[in-house]
């Protein structure tokens, strides 16, 4: 039997699905602002809690691409595997975190998903405990950011398992 980087011992993985569409190509100047949103969004934010709350908005939005983009960068800044693991289900599994990584986290989880009920006062006054205005202020433009990457990425269906780390961010 043949392996490859993308076969089990007794099956193949499905193909690779094909983007929409370069987005990038076809709107420059929104990417080059999103770019520079990005870069603007993480000025006041430690890298640690940047990477938590990309990783963390990009499982609830099921964008597979930034999935990929930043467990990679992750793992590449010195992330831990378990860390980035346990993540998706870290209501169970706190001890992994910091008070003020699971305050971030929250916070991640209220923006990204809105629709469930705003983002609640005690989920606000938790990271307003735990990070100081600009900090806080980047924390929600860095959770904002990735929420709008992520939705690029799957409308477009961005294929993911390409990206290096040290790419461009997104």
């Known amino acids: 039997m043949t392996t490859n980087a993308h076969s089990h011992a007794t099956s193949e993985y499905t193909t690779e699905h094909t983007p929409r569409m370069q987005w990038s ?21 430690d890298p640690v809690v940047a990477e938590l709350v990309k990783i963390r908005s990009s499982q609830l939005n099921h964008c597979a691409f930034c999935l990929d983009m930043h467990t990679k960068d992750a793992l590449a800044a010195g992330e831990s595997a ?6 998706s289900a870290w209501e169970e599994s706190q001890h992994f ?24 006062d005690e989920v606000y006054a938790k990271a307003a405990k735990h990070f100081d205005e600009t900090e806080l202020a980047h924390l929600i433009a860095a959770i904002i950011t990735i929420n709008a990457w992520n939705r690029f990425a799957v409308t477009t269906r ?13």
């Open 25 to 45: 190509e076809h709107a420059p100047e929104v990417y080059k602002a999103m770019a520079r949103l990005e870069a603007a969004s993480r000025k006041g934010l």
């Open 82 to 87: 378990q860390r980035i693991m346990q993540l």
């Open 97 to 120: 975190y910091t008070p003020k990584e699971i305050a971030a986290i929250e916070l991640t989880e209220a923006v990204t998903v809105l629709t469930d009920g705003f983002v609640p």
């Open 158 to 170: 961005m294929v993911p398992g390409h990206y290096t780390p040290g790419d461009v961010h997104s």
